[in-house]
């Protein structure tokens, strides 16, 4: 079982840079696809970005394309998100998830049902 740590939310005014981290843990050895989602107070969970293992084949959702950018480091076993000029409407609770595949490129649909292990997420607010 992956178990997923996320860190480095917080409050940020609007036009800001937030940097989140990702650690995980337990079953690293295995190879797995990474994500972000998002989750705003009365909304419904929405993919932001996603990752292969190798880190070759990257995807981010149009609302955030151009200011967000998922990497990860697989010796570290850390996936991160940089988000750059951030909006009012990207205050939200953010989560990291990992979608276990045997493969170097694989990335799954990128919705919730799609990956397995889950992170506690992260609150990022978005205000001046």
């Known amino acids: 079982q992956l178990q997923l740590v996320e860190s480095g939310g917080g409050l940020v005014q609007p036009g800001g840079s937030l940097r989140l981290s990702c650690e995980g843990s337990?079953?690293?050895?295995?190879?797995?696809?990474a994500g972000w989602f998002r989750q705003a107070s009365g909304r419904e969970r929405e993919f932001v970005a996603m990752?292969?293992?190798?880190?070759?084949?990257?995807y981010h959702a149009d609302s955030v394309r151009g200011r967000f950018t998922i990497s990860k480091d697989n010796g570290a076993h850390a996936i991160y998100l940089q988000m750059s000029n951030l909006k009012p409407e990207d205050t939200a609770v953010y989560y990291c998830?990992?979608?276990?595949?045997?493969?170097?490129?694989?990335?799954?649909?990128?919705?919730?049902?799609?990956?397995?292990?889950w992170g506690q997420g992260t609150q990022v607010t978005v205000s001046s």
């Open positions: 998830a990992a979608s276990v595949y045997n493969s170097d490129y694989y990335v799954p649909a990128p919705n919730p049902e799609a990956f397995g292990s």
């Open positions: 337990g079953d690293t050895y295995t190879k797995y696809a």
């Open positions: 990752i292969s293992w190798n880190g070759r084949n990257s």
